[in-house]
C-alpha cells in the first residue's frame, strides 16, 4: 500500500499551534512501529495551475504565487505567506488528488497531510492557503473517475470553505460535525451540519454519527468519500472544548471506514487539524486512523 506524504510538509510558521513536524513524527512512527517502511511512502507530483484553478480564483492563485497579500488578507489566513508555504499548499492539493486517485484504483487512500477546509475560491484564511479536499474533488470528476463524492468533515471547526464552494453542486454532499461556538464566523451551510456544544463527548458524538452517515450514503450514492480525520475533537486540543479520547476517535474512524467499506465506497483520507498541548497526542491520534484504516473489515 502507498501512503501519500511530502517532506515538504513540513513549513516553519514560528511560534504556532500548528505543528507542521507532525506529518513528519507520524511517518516516523508508522516506521518504527514496523507499520510501513520507506518504500511505502509516495510523494506527490506538483498539479497543474490548471488544477488548483478548477476550484481558486486566477485572482487569487496568481497574489499567492507572488507571495503578494495584503496585511488584511494574511491575518485572516492566520499564518505568515511565504514561498515555502505556498509550494506546501499547492503540493498539498496534489496529495490529495493522488489519495483519491490511489483510493479509487485500491479501495482506499490515505494523505499524511491535506484537509485545509477553510480555504475559499478567493481567498484563504484559517491556516489554509488552498483547498485540498475541493481540488481534489473536481479534478475527480474532470478525469470523469466520479461524479458524485461525499465530504465526511470530522475536524474540530466547520468545513466553511469546503461548504461554500459545493453549495450548489447537488452531485457534492458535504457533512461537517463541529463545534458550534468557535471559528469560523460565520458559518457557511453544509448540506447537513452537526453543531456540538463545548464539552460534548465520545459517546453523544459517535451516536450523532451513527444516526447520520448511513442515511446519507445510502440517499446520496457517492462514488467517493473524502474523510478529514482532524484530531482537533481531542480533549486536550488547544483551539476547541470538545472532550472526546484517543479511544474514541479511534472508534470515529473505524466507524466511518466500515460504512465506506461496507457499502463498497472508496476512501481518501485527510489529517486536518490536530492543536494538542502535547504533540504526541496529536501524532498518536493521526497514526491510530493509519492503523484502523488498514485493518480488515469487521
Known sequence: MQIVYSPEYEVNLGAHPFVTAKYRLVKEKLIEENIFTEK?????????????????????????????????EILRLEIPLTKEITSAGILCCGGTILACIIAIETGAGIHLGGGFHHAFPDHGEGFCVFNDLAVAIRKMQKLNKIKKALVIDCDLHQGNGTAYIFQKDTNVFTFSIHQEDIYPYPKQRSNVDIELSAGSGDEEYLELLRKSIPAIIKKHKPEII?????????????????????????????????????????????????????????????????????????
Request: aromatic content about 8%; overall charge negative.
Open 40 to 72: 511505502d511512502f509516495v510523494i506527490p507530483e506538483i498539479p497543474d495551475d490548471d488544477d488548483i484553478l478548477l476550484v481558486h480564483t486566477p485572482e487569487y492563485f496568481k497574489k499567492v504565487k507572488s507571495v503578494h497579500l495584503s496585511s488584511d
Open 226 to 298: 473524502l474523510y478529514q480525520a482532524g484530531a482537533d475533537p481531542y480533549k486536550g486540543d488547544q483551539l476547541g472544548q470538545l472532550k472526546l479520547t484517543i479511544d474514541g476517535l479511534k472508534k470515529r474512524d473505524e466507524f466511518i471506514f466500515k460504512q465506506a467499506r461496507t457499502h463498497d465506497i472508496p476512501v481518501a483520507v485527510t489529517l486536518g487539524g490536530g492543536y494538542a498541548l502535547d504533540t504526541k497526542d496529536t501524532v498518536n491520534i493521526h497514526t491510530n486512523t493509519v492503523r484502523v484504516f488498514l485493518k480488515k473489515p469487521m
